[in-house]
């Protein structure tokens, strides 16, 4: 239902919410309003049926096409197939095997942080990243940015020359301008001389630029990153006097308490801390109990999604609750409570949980916090005993931590005022990424010679005078620390496609040894400090005691470190530290009124380093499920006072800055406050980012880097269109989540069952079928899902699957085999929500097969549905009959068969789908199909786990388990076995091969209200 | 009005649309026919290669076995084409002036890879895979003919479909004892079924006849 002028009727939609007895899944508001546009879109089942014609060619121009193709297809069936080359080596190399892919480790780098992985590498392409099970920040898992990485690499729109001025230039020409530029810093000490650089945790980098910066002691490195953690390192400072690091042991903690921290997605301990929060929520393995997380946030997270309560703040008020927690738990501090206190009713409850678990409990900030809010969580972990226990301290894994925002107004003070000769800019985008009250691009200008190293020629590239091409991580020889510090030496998987250069080569260009390469810098680096092994780096900080040489062949210990994808024995120790006696004032300014504004990084694009990268643009975003493109977050009640609706544009003014923005509405977000995503807008960049969104950076002040009040909105009567998945692939009401509580599982363990029927299995006008052998099957565990999308864009990277653009999107023919549904139960205001990943569920009466005229979908004998695309001639009924809607139609030809650096990376076991055929989710059969080869071949069975689908392989919560189902004792039989296993829509007796488990949630009985 | 047709013209018209029944089955089974043929499916033709290299000669005048240059064949999907440097382990002693030879000697100086064409070329949607089918006891012959008697090589089989699933579906008339793979001279017994069906327990030989065995 919806007023006059297609505004929700939100009141209706609360009156809705409250009547209905039992619990409501709804995944969207349009959906729970019942809008005619919903309606209309249901109605036409298939939103890829539109008859929407988004070619410019005309209907009779298409009869005309028609007519001479249908003529000429004949006459295309007498071709024969054309003679193929096969090009042998001349010398073969050792390890390679002709279609048997090698796994390199490496890693990927997100803020200069390392992930350790494995990249597969078909004889010299590298085509997939697999986490790295033994690094420990990866243990196996990936984030998005690492799986996309593969499409950056291959991009064809990265900068592929040097230039100066615009001109290309070689290599030995810059070098010949820079070795000019050494003899005046050898005269002049460097002064003049700067360097701009991204976080730097790269021990041989860091060496570099110390070994410059002490021979011309008057030039100076800078550091700034969009997305920085100054107000962590702040924090610690403000705690305990010195700057140290935090890391969490999620695994021995009872009770988390987020403030503001959506620690489970966003830093780069993400993975590690998935995996350990996760491990203690899967109550269908041994343990009875769960652990429980609170989350208090200013914008709806992941993290969020998963607590067990949630209070939605607004991001200045989070101060406002740390004090009042912090005097109820009584830290040694004095603090002041701010008089109103929003959230109140929490902090008594709450302080009496932490307080029942001594040493099991965890207090996180949000990086996006101020000192302050960190300051206090340092002073609750100490006075709950945590320390030591739940959360160490160790030295910072940045290898030269400064305040990035001061660090960028300083060089831009010098900028001006004409002192800087000379700027090396290694990588990051400053001139997009700056704060807008530190004149960057302006200052820039000052300086007289300017080379910018970066992947893409962008906003920097265009305002330097020289722009050298970077070598990709996956291309580079360069080191990296992992969030416990743990190093990892990176080697290339392919040699640099553009003739690319690392920071390392540029740091050389500065030095006499202008010519060494990176793998030399590197080496040379760790042939030097590898006996201080353990615990050494950043020299001068460790001490003596742990200094113990370690033995000593360099070559071994090279090779080990290259092959295990990490220097053993390198993570940074625990560090005691105390807290200072009492940091000066210990209050916040009441909350302030009128609305806020709150910068996120954006979950696919991040500053905007991926703007140019299809896959994460097409990735739904997490909540939103918003692809290629930004938008104002604002909560209903917001939206309802502003009389504002979905997709309306607004115009944001901030400190005296606009910005338009088109508007989303969305559940669970506080109210008086909107968060707009870091990222997009960019003016420069590769085809597939230009004219994305809209740039947040143009109201971003290093004054309110993260959130700032002040902000006014208004309505510009003029709409935009936004592509969100959220609709698409609709289950029509049948509620296909399941959840309940700890409690209610203990207390009663079949509430699962009885939700649904499930009919007896003879039930079916077909006949039973008998799998011998191996039947595969799935269980995914909702109670661990937490929405990361990683599954997805590893499925996409495996299976080839093509991107769509977003105009196919807005008319729902996105393509990704598994998809994350996200629902809302409960009211608008701060509704539970659940993440169900939905791949093809292979039922064992499946739909699908029985209506394809062609068999192009037919039953395999392992219980597959297999999709054979030469047979397809793309009727569509198959998509049409599944109620699950995870079968994906190629209506163009959507795969890039053309541009030759895409084609290095597709993986060549899936075939290249083609226009006019249906695909879907095989399970990854040609993994099914290489394991199954080795083990016949080898004379034995798969063995459990032997055989990992790409999503199961990727997920940080171990989600996901795939396995033999005829075999007892695999782990995807028990999980079935388990009571809360339950198939999706089980009641149309399709038999499901994917089940799911439901969710669970472990609320604190003495906050009934969450 | 006179009659323009006699009489006897309605015989002629009967027999003609009865007859078009068979024109029509006769042009599907000839159309069927050259779609089997080896103008169609290439068997039986032999490419012209940039070196005229003789599987006659190297196997069986020389008795080189199938693995000492289809290296991968027990391990990977695919048998490889032996590199340029297997070839120059011989004839940079032997024949080393031959100017038939001298394509190899370039590829090896100039470090470029013989632009050899395939003579077996399934489809791109295929995936086939050589190692499963050596190991389970395929042996090199039943499906490539005696490479030992081709001069140049030619296509045996017709690689189609039909022909895969044949043996997909009746393995035990084509299965050899393992030890007998890679000999070309290999004859089946008059017992072969017995055999098959032995070896089919024995080596735990599936007839797997799903999509996704082959097409992915």
């Not at chain 1, 940045?398 to 960028?408: C, G, I, M, W």
């Not at chain 1, 729902?812 to 085999?817: A, D, I, Q, V």
């Not at chain 1, 039989?973 to 339950?982: G, V």
């Amino acid at each position: 239902m919806t007023t006059g002028n297609g505004q929700l009727d939100l009141p209706y939609l609360r009156a809705k919410l409250t009547d209905r007895r039992g619990q409501l899944y709804w995944r969207s508001l349009e959906e729970l309003a019942e809008t005619d546009a919903f309606q209309e879109f249901l109605y036409r089942e298939f939103p890829q049926q539109s008859d929407r014609w988004t070619d410019p060619i005309g209907r009779r121009r298409f009869l005309h096409l028609m007519g001479a193709s249908l003529a000429l297809a004949g006459l295309a069936g007498c071709t024969k197939q054309p003679a193929e080359p096969i090009m042998p080596y001349v010398n073969a190399p050792e390890e390679i095997i002709p279609g048997k892919p090698l796994f390199f480790a490496t890693a990927a780098l997100l803020s200069g942080v390392a992930e350790g992985v494995l990249v597969e590498n078909h004889m010299g392409r590298p085509t997939k990243v697999e986490g790295n099970p033994e690094h420990p920040a990866s243990l196996g898992a990936t984030d998005v940015f690492a799986q996309a990485s593969i499409l950056t690499l291959y991009d064809p729109d990265r900068s592929q020359t040097i230039t100066q001025f615009g001109e290309i230039r070689s290599w030995s020409a810059f070098l010949s301008e820079m070795r000019e530029a050494v003899q005046r810093f050898k005269q002049n000490k460097g002064s003049g001389l700067r360097i701009l650089t991204e976080t730097v945790t790269s021990p041989t980098l860091a060496s570099q630029l110390k070994k410059l910066l002490s021979d011309y002691p008057s030039a100076k490195w800078h550091q700034y990153e969009p997305v920085g953690r100054d107000p962590a390192r702040a924090g610690a400072r403000l705690a305990f006097g010195t700057d140290v690091a935090a890391r969490y042991h999620l695994e021995k903690a009872n009770v988390v308490l987020s403030l503001d921290a959506d620690f489970l997605s966003t830093g780069p301990g993400k993975l590690r801390y998935v995996r350990d929060f996760t491990a203690r929520r899967k109550v269908h393995q041994s343990q009875r109990e769960m652990n429980r997380l609170y989350v208090l946030e200013s914008t709806p997270s992941n993290t969020g999604a998963m607590a067990d309560h949630r209070l939605p703040l607004k991001a200045s008020e989070v101060e406002g609750f740390a004090l009042a927690l912090a005097a109820e738990l009584g830290i040694a501090w004095r603090v002041e409570i701010p008089a109103k206190l929003p959230g109140s009713t929490w902090v008594g409850p709450l302080a009496r949980d932490l307080k029942r678990h001594p040493a099991a409990t965890i207090v996180i900030p949000g990086e996006h916090q101020p000192p302050l809010v960190h300051a206090l969580a340092h002073a609750m972990n100490h006075t709950l005993g945590n320390v030591g226990s739940t959360v160490i301290y160790t030295e910072p894994v940045e290898a030269n931590p400064v305040d990035q925002f001061e660090s960028l107004r300083e060089l831009v003070r010098e900028m001006q005022s004409g002192s800087v000769e000379t700027l090396l800019i290694f990588g990051g985008n400053p001139v997009f990424a700056a704060p807008v009250d530190i004149p960057f691009a302006d200052a820039l200008a000052k300086v007289k010679q300017r080379v910018y190293l970066g992947l893409y020629n962008d906003e920097t590239s265009e305002l330097c005078h020289w722009h050298i091409p970077e070598a990709h991580s996956l291309e580079s020889w360069t080191d990296a620390r992992a969030y416990d510090g743990t190093v990892t030496i990176l080697q290339p998987l392919i040699a640099p496609l553009y003739g690319g250069k690392t920071a390392h080569e540029l740091m050389a260009a500065l030095t006499d040894q202008s010519e060494q390469s990176s793998y030399e810098g590197v080496r040379q680096y760790w042939s030097s400090q590898f006996t201080r092994i353990p615990v050494m780096v950043s020299g001068a900080r460790s001490s003596s005691a742990v200094c113990q040489k370690a033995s000593g062949d360099f070559e071994e210990f090279w090779r080990k470190s290259l092959h295990d994808g990490f220097v053993a024995n390198s993570a940074l120790p625990a560090k005691p530290v105390a807290l200072t006696a009492q940091p000066a004032v210990l209050r916040t300014d009441a909350t302030t009124p009128g609305l806020e504004l709150i910068f996120r990084p954006d979950p696919h694009v991040y500053d905007g380093q991926f703007a140019n990268n299809g896959w994460l643009q097409e990735l739904p975003k997490p909540h939103t499920r918003l692809t290629w493109d930004n938008a104002a977050l604002i909560s209903p009640a917001t939206a309802e006072r502003m009389g504002m609706t979905n997709e309306e544009l607004v115009e944001l003014r901030f400190q005296g800055r606009r910005v338009e923005a088109p508007a989303w509405i969305l559940p669970g977000h506080p109210d008086d406050s909107v968060t707009i995503h870091l990222g997009y807008g960019r003016r420069r960049t590769g085809r597939v980012g230009m004219g994305a969104g809209f740039n947040a950076y143009a109201v971003r002040t290093s004054g309110a880097a993260w959130f700032g009040s002040g902000l006014s909105l208004s309505k510009t009567g003029r709409r935009s269109r936004l592509a969100c998945t959220q609709h698409h692939h609709s289950m029509e009401g049948r509620h296909p989540v399941r959840a309940g509580t700890l409690e209610d599982y203990h207390r009663h363990p079949d509430f699962v069952r009885e939700m649904g029927e499930e009919p007896p299995k003879d039930l079916s006008l077909y006949p039973e079928r008998k799998y011998k052998g191996n039947a595969w099957g799935m269980v995914i565990d909702l109670s661990s899902c937490t929405g990361c999308n990683a599954c997805t864009i590893a499925c996409q990277a495996e299976n080839n699957i093509a991107v769509v653009g977003r105009e196919q999107v807005i008319i729902g023919r996105e393509m990704h085999w598994i998809r994350v549904d996200r629902y809302y139960a409960g009211g608008l205001e701060n509704p539970a929500t659940y993440h169900q990943p939905i791949p093809c569920m292979q039922c064992e009466n499946a739909p699908c097969e029985v209506v394809c005229p062609v068999n192009a979908t037919a039953h395999s004998q392992e219980g597959l549905n297999d999709m054979v695309y030469n047979r397809c001639v793309g009727t569509r009924y198959c998509a049409n009959n599944c109620p699950y809607k995870v079968r994906r139609f190629n209506f163009l030809l959507y795969s890039d068969w053309e541009t030759p650096s895409l084609k290095l990376g597709r993986n060549p076991d899936v075939t290249v789908r083609s226009r006019g055929v249906m695909e879907k989710c095989t399970y990854c059969v040609q993994r099914i199909n290489a394991v199954k080869i080795e083990a016949e071949r080898e004379g034995r069975e798969i063995r459990d786990g032997e055989i990992a689908t790409a999503c199961e392989a990727v997920c940080p919560a171990e989600a996901i388990t795939f396995g033999n189902i005829n075999d007892p004792n695999s782990r995807v039989a028990q999980l079935k076995a388990n009571k809360l296993n339950y198939g999706l829509l089980s009641e149309l007796q399709t038999r499901p091969r994917t089940t799911y488990l439901a969710a669970l949630k472990n609320p604190n009985p003495e906050m009934k209200t969450s | 009005m006179p009659q323009i047709f006699h009489r006897s013209t309605n015989t002629f018209s009967k027999l003609s649309i009865f007859g078009a029944v068979f024109v029509i089955a006769g042009l599907l089974i000839v159309v069927m026919a050259i779609n089997r043929s080896g103008y169609v499916t290439q068997a039986g033709v032999t490419r012209e290669q940039p070196v005229p290299f003789s599987h006659q000669h190297h196997v069986a005048a020389m008795g080189i076995d199938c693995r000492y240059c289809h290296t991968t064949v027990e391990n990977a999907a695919v048998a490889s084409i032996p590199p340029t440097k297997t070839c120059m382990n011989c004839h940079s002693q032997i024949w080393s002036a031959s100017p038939t030879l001298e394509p190899v000697r370039a590829s090896f100086r100039a470090d470029q890879s013989i632009r050899w064409t395939k003579v077996h070329d399934l489809p791109d949607f295929a995936y086939f895979n050589h190692s499963i089918h050596v190991n389970k006891g395929i042996g090199c012959s039943t499906c490539h003919g005696r490479v030992d008697r081709m001069p140049l090589v030619w296509q045996h089989a017709s690689l189609q479909m039909e022909w895969c699933l044949d043996c997909h579906r009746h393995p035990e008339r084509y299965v050899r004892p393992r030890d007998q793979v890679f000999n070309m001279e290999y004859e089946a017994p008059a017992n072969q079924l017995i055999l098959g069906k032995r070896l089919i327990q024995e080596y735990k030989i599936q007839s797997l006849t799903s999509c996704s065995t082959c097409h992915r």
